[in-house]
């Protein structure tokens, strides 16, 4: 019964071509023994190669080590290529400073994609089953999923950390049970890991106190939890192809950040706004960890009321950061650009004397008692000579009279903000100003002037401006 089911799982849903090298992992406990047994049944049908892969992870001790030996004397006994692997995961997750459980996994996947590259295999198939599957969708409630978590685990998708290879699940449909009873059925000997009964791990907790308890309630809770995930995964792949058909087109990707017109975002129904964060989120942090649906609600709703140029910390390095007309998630190492600004250090007050030259940051000022001659590259100010002139950034409470407003003047923050200078570079744009009035800002290629109808200038007594 369990073939036909396996069969027939990978033949809907085209989890394997013929004719290709299948990589399995196999630790020797019961699910992947099962696996293993199951596969060499189907192989001739299957029109495949097999290949094992058992990795050591330095746990256990001696019987990690018997662990091993136990799985290659069944493939010597079967006949079957293989490859041991070992990894030190207590050294890794202290290295990386993460959990024993994420540390084994994140060794046991890149032991697989090795031995998939070098077997030149394409697909690597696990033991997870449908009490696996049960567990996981539990672990995701637990700390606050959305749709991607409740569908839990795929039978088919690209390896984590790995897209060139594909990992295959061909028993998510069979549970503990049914394949404890085919091992008895069929003469396997199976290892027992003893740390699968360690509740300390959260896995092993929610498997051996939380399930049982839940049975109480519905003797079929496995079944009833894993329609739970076929139906969010039905409603998460309308929600994708409804992201794909209306959002993912106004979509910039970069492989450092993603961004969205911002308008788009705010125009959008809540689940694709949601599903823009997690699907940038994850391609970003190549889905090492999920945002929990807790946490993308209150990013939505701090989007909904966030100033233009502040930030939010998203976890893992990344970060979703407002502009005046996009939205950024990305790294926080990222530089933003500002290639459209000639930028000064903060705090910057240089004295200008006549007759003088400077150059800074590609601003080029000339202070000079002599007219110019025409040049339409550079802008040219007649100034009263006595007046004393700095470069330098702007200053609290500073006000600017621009041309163009009759006599009026505007706080300089107001008049950055109207021209959409991001936050970030408004203490770095360059002005030239007296002690008390600005005299010119300079936004990218253009010097901003202010109202001179105030100074007398002297032709005998003046100076001349100029910048570029």
């Known amino acids: 019964m369990i073939l036909k089911t396996v069969l027939r799982t990978i033949k809907h849903y085209k989890l394997l071509p013929t004719n290709q090298t299948l990589i399995i992992g196999v630790s020797g406990g019961t699910d992947s023994l099962a696996l293993l047994h199951i596969i060499v049944q189907l192989q001739a049908e299957l029109d495949i190669q097999i290949h094992i892969a058992t990795l050591n992870h330095g746990i256990r001790g001696h019987d990690s080590e018997a662990d091993v030996q136990f799985v290659e004397h069944i493939a010597q006994e079967w006949h079957i290529s293989y490859t041991v692997g070992y990894t030190d995961v207590p050294h890794l997750a202290q290295k990386e400073n993460i959990g024993i459980e994420d540390a084994a996994r994140q060794a046991r996947y890149q032991f697989l994609a ?119 995964e039905v409603e998460d792949d309308y929600v994708t192809s409804q992201f794909e058909l209306v959002v993912m087109p106004y979509i910039l990707r970069e492989p450092r950040r993603w961004m969205l017109k911002f308008d788009i975002f705010t125009g959008i129904h809540d689940a694709l706004k949601r599903r823009f964060l997690l699907e940038a989120y994850d391609q970003l942090t190549l889905a090492t960890t999920l945002l929990e649906a807790n946490q993308v609600s209150r990013v939505i709703e701090w989007v909904s009321q966030a100033q233009v140029g502040t930030e939010i910390d998203l976890g893992q390095g990344i970060r979703l950061r407002t502009g005046y007309e996009d939205l950024y998630i990305e790294y926080k190492s990222e530089p933003i650009d500002s290639a459209n600004y000639r930028l000064i250090p903060t705090d910057t007050d240089i004295a200008l004397s006549v007759p003088s030259q400077l150059t800074l940051n590609r601003l080029q000022i000339e202070l000079s008692l002599e007219m110019p001659e025409k040049d339409d590259s550079r802008l040219s100010i007649p100034l009263p000579l006595d007046l004393a002139l700095s470069l330098r950034t702007r200053r609290d409470g500073e ?51 202010a109202d001179f109808s105030q100074f007398i200038v002297n032709l005998n007594r003046q100076m001349y401006l100029i910048v570029n």
């Not at 697909?123 to 567990?135: N, Y």
């Not at 699968?196 to 109480?216: A, C, E, S, T």
């Not at 309630?217 to 496995?222: A, D, E, F, G, R």
């Open 114 to 232: 090795d031995v998939a590259q070098q077997q030149d295999a394409k697909h690597i198939a696990v033991a997870h089953h449908a009490d696996d599957q049960a567990e996981t969708i539990l672990m995701h409630i637990i700390r606050g999923s959305g749709l991607k978590g409740l569908r839990g685990m795929s039978l088919s998708v690209p390896m984590p950390e790995h897209k060139n290879f594909t990992l295959i699940r061909p028993l998510l449909h069979i549970t503990r049970q049914e394949l404890e009873q085919y091992c008895v059925e069929n003469q396997l000997s199976p290892r027992h890991d003893a740390t699968n009964d360690d509740i300390n791990y959260q896995r092993n907790f929610i498997r051996h106190k939380i399930v049982p308890q839940l049975r109480q309630i519905n003797p079929n809770v496995v079944a009833s939890i894993q329609r739970l995930g076929n139906i969010a």
């Open 399 to 449: 006000r600017f009279q621009p041309r163009g407003m009759g006599g009026r003047s505007k706080k300089i923050k107001e008049w950055m903000i109207d021209r959409k200078i991001p936050r970030q570079f408004r203490d770095q744009i360059p002005l030239i100003a007296t002690d008390e009035q600005i005299i010119a800002i300079c936004v990218g290629d253009k010097w901003h002037l």
